[in-house]
């Protein structure tokens, strides 16, 4: 084989592989995202239907209620509020009146149904998505009173 | 005085380690042998400083020194004495000064270690190593010093983050960070060898035994780290493709395609200008993986509270880093002697593939984990990328290089026979197909995704397998470094078969338990007995028993913990975990679902885990098979090559 053709079929292989990740890249992707949505983007009507996304707040005081495995609370931005369910046992780090977020889909009757609860490391922290919530709503609070 | 004394010295190293990165690469390029000559005593008095520096740290944990705002908020008088030493690196300040200890750690051994290397060379590589180290102190200087006073100190600390107490993270980070930062090396050497021109066989040999022992740590600590999240975070995963586990994954991925790639640059002297490249790219996404962690631009599992001063920081680090390396490459590449002809079967062409499939995987990694980032800084709205994402491309990725495993060892340099090559193979393509129908239906149900992987781990083991018989036909024993990669790649066996195993067969479950009640997973029942009150050093333990039973035996009790400790807010869930060769079984507890917490209901979380430990153990055995590899004592001869600057000529 000649070095050009050699130098080619290596060329060709190497596109190749790259084409295929990148379409399993892109495939993947497509698929696997999921948006976040803070409380007053659901309240507004702005979540996905029918599909998996995030939403992330404060855990609202004394709204945790056990039934058995099931453990509904609610999430608010300090503006509105989503109730979620949960079934199954939640990190060690979830409680009330501190920052969670959470993974799911809308139910038909608007409630969210939580498929994951995210757990963080460190009681001080709060996730940037709970966090980007709650400043938007303080922003526009903000505005409305200028 | 003990902290003020552990600054001075830190500012005193980023002084000495100025001079090192400076004075050593201009004399190495004019030739002038007292200024080489400063490249070992000025490493060696930076290693000593940083030395005093962390002792001076660990010192102020070890007397409660709350006057240091850095040990008052990672310590607390109540912490055991062990938790208080590893606490030096439980946090951002003190992880960072740990970091800056490794990298000076690796020049000092690099400035031991290299007698046998041309003066100039180690003047050179200890000179990158030296400017990277100045960065990085700036770094601990500017945005986060361990050492700054609290004026009013308080009496006692707030300790140290439960999750981090305990034994994982004693080893985990130093490892992972020797890794890391062992990535400098592998890149300082590649920097050397840019700056002195010379790209050549010689230096791949010198990088080799650095870049694979750097390589070895990494493994470990990844290993390690994942362990750790099995066993203490009770989640019962042992990866979970967040952003932080990637930021450690990519240098790995890129760390290997590296080993492999040096290969050909060593014996062939081809792939030259690609291995500086990966060299490049190591280290740069060891920078990254920093960043990601530090930053807290993602939303992470992982993530601690951060500051993003410190991200721009290392980004811009970042950017000089990748910026001027690139720019001397592209300097120097097109000066670069092509490597030797090959034909389009042969080993190279094997390794070559093998680079292709880790880079791309580790590109879809990055993708993955950077996506929510561009989606944002493009006002896409703020998403995530989720794990099946990752193992949707992942996983593909990864299966022809299982396949190629087999083959690429055997196949010769420059030209190989591929009839012939397939011919020997036959007795192990027979071994994956009894592989792949027989032991998924041994294990339980037949399923086409674990067939797949135990039909390539059988071929694997038993082209493994052929191949050692083979060679220990032959006259002479083989080199230490061909049995390490025979090893390693056994161990990549192991952990195909343990992640293969897991994901298929694994039993979860959340359960409402009573005393007395029984549930059962995997063939093992675990019947509830209650949850006592416990006390431990600084914390108090609702202290669960569970009765493991097969077939109707006890086979041993099992008390997983709910602990409060008493500096902290959050409640830490110790899982039990009962481990063996085949399987482990798992139980944690959640929260107490009935007021009475010592006769009521429980919510419990129970696992059977067949082979979870093969994942480990095949890190383990790829660590192992790396070491072997470096000890080789071809390493250490002294290369007669390529002894440009003649040492000690001028003085």
Not at chain 2, 329 to 346: C, M, W
Not at chain 2, 349 to 361: M, Y
Not at chain 2, 553 to 567: F, G, I, N, Q, S
Not at chain 2, 622 to 633: N, P
Request: proline share 5%; with cysteine.
């Amino acid at each position: 084989m000649k070095a050009r053709h050699k130098r080619f079929a290596i060329i060709g292989g190497g596109l190749a592989a790259i084409g295929i990740a990148a379409t399993l890249v892109l495939n993947a992707l497509d698929s696997n995202i999921a948006f976040f949505v803070s409380p007053s983007e659901v309240a507004e009507g702005k979540a996905p239907q029918g599909k998996i996304f995030r939403i992330g707040g404060f855990v609202k005081e004394g709204s945790i209620q056990r039934d058995n495995l099931t453990v509904s609370f609610v999430i608010t931005d300090t503006a509105k509020d989503v109730k979620v369910a949960y079934t199954g046992i939640l990190p060690d780090l979830f409680q009330e009146g501190k920052g969670a977020v959470a993974q799911g889909r809308i139910l038909p009757d608007g409630s969210f149904k939580a498929t994951e609860v995210l757990a963080k490391h460190d009681e001080n922290y709060m996730p940037p998505e709970a966090q980007h919530a709650v400043d938007q709503v303080q922003k526009a609070q903000k505005s409305l009173k200028q | 005085m003990i902290p003020e004394l552990g600054h001075f010295a830190l500012i005193l190293a980023f002084l000495v380690s100025m001079v090192q990165g400076i004075l050593p690469l201009v004399g190495a390029q004019r030739n002038r042998a007292d200024w080489i000559a400063l490249a070992r005593p000025t490493t060696a008095a930076s290693f000593l400083l940083v030395a005093v520096s962390f002792a001076c740290l660990t010192w102020s944990f070890y007397v409660n020194d709350f006057s240091v705002e850095y040990v008052a908020g990672h310590s607390n008088t109540q912490l055991p004495t062990m938790y208080r030493l590893s606490a030096v690196w439980g946090g951002h300040e003190g992880s960072l000064l740990l970091w800056v200890f490794m990298l000076v750690g690796w020049a000092a051994a690099v400035a031991a270690f290299s007698r046998q290397l041309p003066a100039a060379m180690v003047a050179r590589v200890l000179a990158v190593l030296g400017l990277v180290t100045v960065g990085l102190m700036a770094f601990v200087l500017l945005t986060s010093n361990p050492f700054d006073r609290l004026l009013n100190p308080p009496a006692e600390g707030r300790s140290l983050n439960p999750l981090l107490q305990d034994p994982g993270l004693i080893y985990h980070p130093p490892l992972l960070y020797m890794g890391y930062v062992g990535m400098a090396v592998a890149y300082a050497f590649a920097m050397a060898a840019l700056i002195a021109g010379q790209l050549d066989a010689a230096w791949a040999r010198w990088s080799r035994p650095w870049t694979t022992v750097a390589w070895v740590f990494l493994t470990l600590g990844i290993a390690l780290g994942s362990w750790w999240a099995y066993y203490e975070l009770g989640w019962g995963g042992w990866w979970f493709w967040d952003p932080v586990e990637n930021a450690s994954f990519m240098p790995w991925l890129v760390a290997t395609a590296l080993i492999h790639s040096l290969a050909v640059t060593e014996k062939r002297g081809g792939f030259k200008n690609w291995t500086v490249l990966l060299a490049i790219a190591a280290f740069s996404l060891s920078l990254l993986g920093t960043f990601l962690v530090r930053s807290g631009v993602l939303t992470s599992v992982h993530a601690f509270a951060t500051d993003p001063r410190r991200g721009l920081f290392i980004l811009m680090l970042l950017a000089v880093v990748v910026g001027g390396s690139l720019m001397l490459f592209a300097a120097r590449a097109p000066k670069v002697s092509a490597g030797g002809r090959f034909e389009l079967v042969s080993r190279e062409t094997f390794l070559l593939v093998n680079n292709v499939l880790l880079v791309v995987a580790c590109g879809a990694v990055l993708l993955g984990t950077l996506y929510p980032l561009i989606v944002d800084a493009f006002g896409g709205g703020k998403i995530s990328v989720g794990p099946p994402y990752f193992n949707a491309v992942f996983v593909p990725i990864m299966l022809p290089l299982l396949l190629l495993i087999a083959v690429g060892p055997v196949a010769r340099w420059k030209q190989a026979d591929l009839a012939d090559m397939l011919k020997n193979l036959w007795p192990a393509a027979v071994v994956a197909v009894v592989a792949g129908i027989a032991l998924p239906m041994a294990a339980g149900q037949w399923h086409a995704y674990v067939a797949l992987a135990l039909a390539l781990v059988g071929w694997m083991v038993a082209a493994l397998v052929m191949q050692t018989v083979e060679r220990l036909r032959k006259p002479g024993t083989p080199t230490p470094s061909w049995w390490g990669m025979q090893l390693a790649h056994f161990g990549l066996a192991a952990f195909v078969v343990g992640v293969a195993m897991v994901s298929t067969y694994q039993d979860e479950r959340d359960v409402r338990m009573e005393p007395g009640e029984t549930v059962s997973v995997g063939g093992y029942t675990f019947k509830f007995l209650g949850v006592r009150e416990s006390r431990g050093p600084n914390y108090t333990a609702d202290r669960g028993t569970f009765e493991l039973l097969k077939d109707g035996k006890v086979e041993r009790m099992l008390h997983p913990e709910k602990r409060a400790y008493d500096t902290s807010q959050m409640p830490m869930t110790e899982a039990a975990i009962d481990a063996g060769f085949t399987r482990d079984v798992y139980v944690s507890l959640g929260e107490a679902l009935t007021p009475d917490k010592e006769n009521g209901a429980w919510a419990v979380r129970v696992y059977f885990k067949p082979f979870v430990d093969w994942i480990w153990g095949g890190c383990l055995l790829m660590a192992i098979g790396g070491l072997m590899a470096a000890s080789d004592r071809r390493y250490r001869v002294r290369a007669k090559a390529s002894a440009a600057v003649p040492a000690g000529a001028v003085a």
